[in-house]
């Protein structure tokens, strides 16, 4: 088949790998146009735009809309068009052109964690299995006819990070696997169903604040969810009296030390301690604000942390 491939992000660039492989043929990448990043804010290509350049695929970065957009696409003339992570809304006019439809790749077992976010609060919530599914976009949010599924368990110490790689990986499969039997004719799409559904909204850095006043497995699953986008934080009460951030790597719960309370650090030579409302955490990488990532133990060691210092606790004025 002649493939429109849509996506931008690096769990994208899998696929277009395995669609590059496949027996099908990619004959434009869609992509989000350059955007600014780092300090100097300089126009960065998307992961997939670089990887389609490689392999000297045509690449679009306009937004899928306009007469102009639908002339480009009708003369592609395209069977499918496979969507991962591209990150704009497609119009009911652009989702009508190719003949088999847009096919989507969500990272997630629908009709559980529709959204943008559905790894980190998967994570969040404690699921114990989540997975890939691949259907046809429609204009509901993710709400579309199922065309295939994996799933994947979700082990004690994943972070998003490690979820979604993994995903990127065998969802890349599944999604090539799904093209081929819809090109065979051996494929029918099933309507989602009507029980089960959640919705994943995008994390945002309000929703990575950590609350030391929860158990610590709570504590941990919002940590390894937000790693390592947004990036869990709690406040370090400075002399000063102002907050100061700080960025938290996944933590470890500590069931034998419940002699903290709820935000409580105990700064050891090798590790850091906080209490929740059960037990404590043992405190991975923290990186303070404007500074990279390191131990815990050593930014307790630099920060001269005062013995009585609780995590998260507001500053009197």
């Not at 065309?147 to 994947?152: H, I, K, P, V, W």
């Not at 969802?171 to 919705?199: F, I, K, M, S, Y």
């Amino acid at each position: 088949m002649r493939l429109l491939f849509a996506g931008t992000p690096d769990t994208a660039v899998p696929t277009l790998d395995a669609l590059l492989a496949s027996r099908h043929e990619v004959v434009a990448v869609l992509t989000r146009a350059d955007a600014p990043a780092g300090r100097g804010r300089r126009l960065v290509p998307s992961p997939v735009r670089v990887r389609a350049e490689d392999a000297g695929v045509p690449v679009l970065t306009e937004r899928p809309r306009g007469e102009e957009f639908l002339a480009t696409l009708r003369d592609l003339d395209v069977d499918a068009a496979p969507v991962v992570a591209y990150g704009e809304i497609l119009r009911p006019d652009v989702l009508a052109v190719p003949r088999l439809g847009w096919v989507n790749l969500h990272f997630s077992v629908l009709p559980a964690w529709r959204g943008a976010a559905p790894v980190q609060r998967a994570i969040i919530s404690g699921d114990e299995v989540t997975g890939a599914t691949t259907f046809l976009i429609e204009e509901g949010l993710d709400s579309g006819p199922v065309l295939g599924t994996a799933t994947e368990t979700i082990r004690p110490r994943d972070t998003a990070g490690d979820l979604l790689g993994r995903l990127a990986t065998s969802g890349a499969g599944l999604l090539v696997a799904t093209l081929d039997a819809l090109e065979d004719g051996t494929l029918r799409p099933r309507p989602q169903p009507a029980d089960g559904v959640t919705h994943a909204a995008k994390l945002t850095p309000a929703d990575a604040h950590v609350r030391w006043d929860v158990p610590a497995l709570a504590v941990d699953r919002l940590v390894r969810g937000c790693t390592p986008a947004p990036g869990a934080w709690t406040t370090v009460p400075g002399p000063d009296g102002a907050p100061v951030r700080l960025g938290l790597g996944p933590v470890t719960p500590q069931p034998d030390v419940t002699d903290l309370g709820p935000g409580e650090v105990r700064a050891g030579k090798r590790d850091v301690l906080v209490g929740t409302a059960t037990h404590a955490v043992r405190l991975g990488d923290v990186a303070p604000v404007g500074r990279k990532h390191m131990p815990a133990a050593d930014w307790a060691r630099g920060a001269r942390l005062p013995q009585d210092l609780v995590l998260g606790a507001e500053v009197a004025a």
